[in-house]
């Protein structure tokens, strides 16, 4: 079985600051991990994933992650907010068989305060 | 190259009526993906789909609910009777293929309020 954990389901940080979106998972094999971004009465649109390649993996819009295999952690970062980066956020995994199955976290409101 | 297109993106019933959402995914992708999001909680997986063929319904409602993608036309998600606790945002995917690197792309989202 896998999950997700997303640390704070509210975030806020000044334009600017430093963004840093928190994501812990369970995966009992080598695992594949999202980042989406849902705008209001939007869908969900792919920032990044981690594929067993690089760890340190970079996005669109500035998003770049982190994959820590000891700490089973995939936080998302951005140097400098944007009050376009007020969005929900979603960290997601897939693994093993089954592995079109994405498994989403509770997601986490980020608001940018100017 | 037009997106996943779902429709409607409201919809309104009372309990005991069925819904009907619809999903055309992108053009030349033939994995289609239903999720179900719930008020403050992820999304969650219902249905996998493939032209003709429900490849993987492990995450659907054992009653009430149906899906299919006919040969022609979008795929549909049904559901029968609705209940309140059918109230939620319906969000299909698609993809060019079924492992972990091909990207799933999601359409706006069906959102279902029951009354």
Redesign the interface.
């Known amino acids: 079985a896998q999950s997700?954990t997303q640390l704070g389901?509210h975030v806020s940080v000044s334009e600017g600051a430093l963004v840093l979106l928190r994501c812990n998972y369970s995966s009992s094999v080598p695992p594949?991990l999202f980042w989406?971004v849902q705008y209001p009465?939007?869908?969900?649109?792919?920032l990044l994933?981690y594929?067993s390649a690089a760890t340190l993996v970079k996005g669109i819009n500035g998003f770049e992650a982190e994959f820590k295999k000891s700490e089973t952690s995939f936080h998302l970062t951005k140097p400098s907010a944007h009050m376009s980066d007020a969005a929900e956020y979603?960290c997601?995994v897939?693994?093993g068989a089954?592995?079109?199955?994405?498994?989403?976290?509770?997601?986490t409101k980020l608001s940018v305060i100017p | 190259n037009a997106g996943?297109m779902?429709n409607p993106?409201h919809l309104v019933r009372r309990r005991g009526q069925e819904a009907r959402l619809r999903c055309s995914p992108m053009k030349g992708h033939s994995?289609v993906?239903w999720?179900r999001q719930l008020p403050?909680?992820?999304?969650?997986?219902m249905v996998?789909l493939q032209k003709e063929n429900i490849i993987?319904e492990?995450?659907m409602p054992k009653e009430r609910f149906s899906a299919e993608f006919p040969k022609e036309g979008p795929s549909i998600l049904r559901i029968q009777q609705v209940v309140r606790g059918d109230s939620a945002a319906y969000?299909c995917?698609s993809?060019s293929g079924?492992?972990?690197?091909?990207?799933?792309?999601?359409?706006?989202?069906t959102?279902l309020t029951v009354l």
């Open positions: 997700v389901s594949y989406y009465n939007q869908g969900l649109q792919l994933k594929t979603f997601a897939t693994s089954g592995s079109y199955q994405l498994t989403f976290g509770k997601g | 996943v779902q993106r994995h993906y999720y403050e909680e992820g999304l969650k997986f996998y993987d492990s995450g969000f995917a993809s079924d492992r972990p690197t091909d990207t799933q792309y999601f359409g706006p989202g959102r």
